[in-house]
T-cell receptor, first 112, second 111 residues
Framework: SAVISQKPSRDICQRGTSLTIQCQVDSQVTMMFWYRQQPGQSLTLIATANQGSEATYESGFVIDKFPISRPNLTFSTLTVSNMSPEDSSIYLC?????????FGSGTRLTVV | QKEVEQDPGPLSVPEGAIVSLNCTYSNSAFQYFMWYRQYSRKGPELLMYTYSSGNKEDGRFTAQVDKSSKYISLFIRDSQPSDSATYLCAMKGSNDYKLSFGAGTTVTVRA
């Protein structure tokens, strides 16, 4: 399985600001994903990070709010922009090699 | 209706008991079924995956898939306090890379 390093592990941010979350993988992977996990709810896919092209966003998520970069096959960032308290959640990076979907430890974001 | 339904619990059992977890789903295209374990403040880790219908056993863990009923189960035998975690089911179709998750069931095994 791939090993994922996700940073920061947690942060408390002021509303209206932005936070960039980093995801570093120890090997090259084709598919990288960003999820949101809210308390008591299932993981929700935000977008698929594509290397060399724009990310593919799921319904309800837009690039202006969640810009994503994927400069190479081992690294991606997710930015949560213009934050509001409703953005308080856990954000997770995930990669897959065949059927092995691996997750980072997550970023616990609190917006005040 | 959610695509994957999972009772969030919480579920509390004494040490040594059998833990029974399950999910139902509505998408008949799902072919791969997975169970993840998530400890507090950690990311989900893959426990087991099953392709199509049938059973799969790995140590104390048994996964069952009944595609005719759109129902999957995970059994944990001889449960230990270290099994206390949230268990999430996930599934996907053969030609799909997206996983659909259940809400997760929080399990506590009492020593």
């Amino acid at each position: 399985s791939a090993v994922i390093s996700q940073k920061p592990s947690r942060d408390i941010c002021q509303r209206g600001t932005s936070l960039t979350i980093q995801c570093q993988v120890d090997s090259q992977v084709t598919m990288m994903f960003w999820y949101r996990q809210q308390p008591g709810q299932s993981l929700t896919l935000i977008a698929t990070a594509n290397q060399g092209s724009e990310a593919t966003y799921e319904s309800g998520f837009v690039i202006d709010k969640f810009p994503i970069s994927r400069p190479n096959l081992t690294f991606s960032t997710l930015t949560v922009s213009n934050m509001s308290p409703e953005d308080s959640s856990i954000y997770l990076c995930s990669v897959t090699k065949t059927l092995d979907y691996t997750f980072g430890s997550g970023t616990r974001l609190t917006v005040v | 209706q959610k695509e994957v339904e999972q009772d969030p619990g919480p579920l509390s059992v004494p040490e040594g008991a059998i833990v029974s977890l399950n999910c139902t789903y509505s998408n008949s295209a799902f072919q791969y079924f997975m169970w993840y374990r998530q400890y507090s403040r950690k990311g989900p880790e893959l426990l087991m995956y099953t392709y199509s219908s049938g059973n799969k056993e790995d140590g104390r863990f048994t996964a069952q898939v009944d595609k005719s009923s759109k129902y999957i189960s995970l059994f944990i035998r001889d449960s230990q306090p270290s099994d206390s975690a949230t268990y999430l089911c996930a599934m996907k179709g053969s030609n799909d890379y997206k996983l659909s998750f259940g809400a997760g069931t929080t399990v506590t095994v009492r020593a």
